[in-house]
């Protein structure tokens, strides 16, 4: 959508000459390859955690494809790439989605996150790989009504649910650590989760046992099946037992512990040609069908695009120029090795010392 530009829109903006949306690996080292051109870039992830799928999905499991590394932690590639970029000193703005982006009547973009941060970019890099992460919800009728106020997919403040009666759902680390922390806590606590085997580390699973013996909380092996109560009135949740037994449980709260899941979200609405999911974009630029707006990694589209990380690392790099070309059109960017390039070495903070001047004798 195009706007005119107004003041009211841009003061108070971070004024930025890139944004990238995304902290996956590919966002990341996009961050790297405008650095190496001297543009600095502010990059915007709805985790509270850089790495996307990298440390959300896989952070143990190896890869084997990066180049010059025969073997590779999925979170230690994260950990090598933050290392990389840090004399680059990106600002990271985690923790919140970029739920907006307006093109002005100048070309230049406005970018509202879901926690108001707002950014008057002159480019903008979209990064966002399979989507932004979002909570898996209780699949329920009505359970989205309740969102906020009874049902809860994180836990803002624990405050909240002291001396509450609370149901908690899910089998993983987050159900189970809440689960220890309100047991005592809360007026009650019961554990909800579809199965006797839990992702939880085994020792957290040990002591919900315990209080679960000591009647500090109850389990139950069932799924979610339906909200209790009529109208705008919530009275708890109804559960479907393993054994197929229906049954009521009143509560305040109900907690939802079911992990995350990648979703296009908002970047669908900001009138990119989207194809199948992906954006489309050219292969000498990795530009979007509209200027300025750049698509790298596993959410852009080509012909014969493979979902790849390396792939995601070359676009990055040409996007790189593109940027640095339309932020200063007259300029040439020639190309340079770090090997030998006096100025990215400085920007690297690696550039050798000075040579001792020549003696004449
Ligand atoms: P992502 O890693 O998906 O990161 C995108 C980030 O953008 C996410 O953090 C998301 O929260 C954020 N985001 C999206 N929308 C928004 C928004 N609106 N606002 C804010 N943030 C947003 N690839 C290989 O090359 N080799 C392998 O061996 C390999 N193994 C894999 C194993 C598994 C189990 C999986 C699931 C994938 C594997 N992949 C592998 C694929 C690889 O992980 C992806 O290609 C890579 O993560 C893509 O990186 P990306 O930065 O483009 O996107």
């Given at each position: 959508m195009?706007e005119?530009?107004?003041?009211?829109?841009?003061?108070?903006?971070?004024?930025?000459?890139?944004?990238?949306?995304?902290?996956?690996?590919?966002?990341?080292?996009?961050v790297?390859e405008?650095?190496?051109?001297?543009?600095?870039a502010?990059?915007?992830d709805?985790?509270p955690?850089?790495?996307?799928?990298?440390?959300?999905?896989?952070?143990?499991?190896?890869?084997y494809d990066?180049?010059?590394?025969p073997?590779?932690g999925?979170q230690e590639?994260?950990d090598?790439?933050?290392?990389?970029?840090?004399?680059?000193?990106?600002?990271f703005h985690?923790g919140?989605?970029m739920?907006e982006?307006?093109v002005?009547?100048?070309?230049?973009?406005l970018l509202?996150?879901?926690?108001?941060?707002?950014?008057?970019a002159?480019?903008?890099i979209?990064?966002?790989?399979?989507?932004?992460?979002?909570?898996r919800?209780?699949?329920?009728?009505r359970s989205?009504?309740f969102?906020?106020?009874?049902?809860?997919?994180k836990v803002?403040?624990a405050?909240?649910?002291?001396?509450k009666r609370?149901?908690?759902?899910?089998g993983?680390?987050?159900?189970?650590?809440?689960?220890?922390?309100?047991?005592?806590k809360a007026?009650?606590v019961?554990?909800v989760?579809r199965?006797?085997e839990?992702?939880?580390?085994p020792?957290?699973?040990?002591?919900?046992r315990?209080?679960?013996?000591t009647g500090?909380?109850r389990?139950i092996?069932a799924?979610?099946?339906?909200?209790?109560?009529?109208?705008?009135?919530f009275?708890?949740?109804?559960?479907?037992?393993t054994?197929?037994?229906?049954e009521?449980l009143e509560?305040d709260?109900v907690?939802?512990?079911?992990g995350l899941h990648?979703?296009?979200?908002?970047?669908?609405?900001?009138?990119?040609h989207?194809d199948k999911?992906?954006?489309?974009?050219?292969?000498e630029?990795f530009?979007t069908?509209?200027?300025?707006?750049?698509?790298?990694?596993?959410?852009?589209?080509y012909?014969?695009?493979k979902?790849?990380?390396l792939s995601?690392?070359?676009?990055?790099?040409?996007?790189?120029?593109?940027?640095?070309a339309?932020?200063?059109?007259?300029?040439k960017?020639p190309l340079?090795?770090?090997t030998t390039?006096?100025?990215m070495?400085?920007?690297?903070?690696?550039?050798?010392?000075?040579?001792?001047?020549?003696?004449?004798g």
């Amino acid at each position: 959508m195009t706007e005119t530009l107004t003041r009211a829109g841009v003061d108070g903006a971070i004024q930025a000459d890139t944004v990238i949306v995304g902290a996956g690996p590919c966002g990341l080292f996009q961050v790297f390859e405008l650095g190496l051109l001297g543009i600095r870039a502010h990059i915007v992830d709805s985790l509270p955690h850089p790495g996307g799928q990298c440390s959300e999905l896989y952070p143990e499991k190896p890869i084997y494809d990066i180049p010059a590394l025969p073997v590779c932690g999925a979170q230690e590639l994260v950990d090598r790439l933050l290392e990389q970029i840090k004399p680059f000193n990106a600002q990271f703005h985690l923790g919140q989605e970029m739920v907006e982006l307006t093109v002005l009547e100048d070309h230049t973009f406005l970018l509202r996150t879901s926690t108001d941060t707002r950014f008057h970019a002159r480019t903008v890099i979209i990064a966002g790989g399979l989507g932004s992460f979002q909570p898996r919800r209780l699949g329920v009728e009505r359970s989205d009504q309740f969102e906020g106020r009874h049902i809860h997919y994180k836990v803002k403040s624990a405050a909240e649910f002291t001396n509450k009666r609370l149901v908690i759902f899910g089998g993983g680390d987050s159900a189970l650590d809440w689960t220890l922390e309100f047991a005592g806590k809360a007026r009650s606590v019961t554990l909800v989760h579809r199965r006797s085997e839990f992702r939880a580390a085994p020792a957290s699973v040990a002591k919900m046992r315990d209080l679960e013996t000591t009647g500090s909380i109850r389990y139950i092996e069932a799924i979610a099946h339906a909200v209790l109560g009529e109208g705008d009135d919530f009275r708890g949740v109804q559960v479907k037992t393993t054994g197929g037994e229906l049954e009521d449980l009143e509560t305040d709260h109900v907690l939802a512990f079911f992990g995350l899941h990648p979703k296009l979200g908002p970047i669908a609405e900001w009138g990119l040609h989207i194809d199948k999911r992906a954006i489309a974009v050219d292969t000498e630029k990795f530009q979007t069908n509209i200027p300025g707006i750049f698509a790298v990694g596993d959410i852009n589209s080509y012909p014969g695009k493979k979902k790849l990380i390396l792939s995601g690392f070359h676009e990055a790099a040409l996007a790189a120029f593109a940027v640095a070309a339309h932020l200063n059109p007259a300029k040439k960017i020639p190309l340079q090795y770090t090997t030998t390039s006096p100025i990215m070495q400085k920007r690297l903070g690696v550039a050798p010392p000075p040579a001792p001047p020549m003696g004449d004798g």
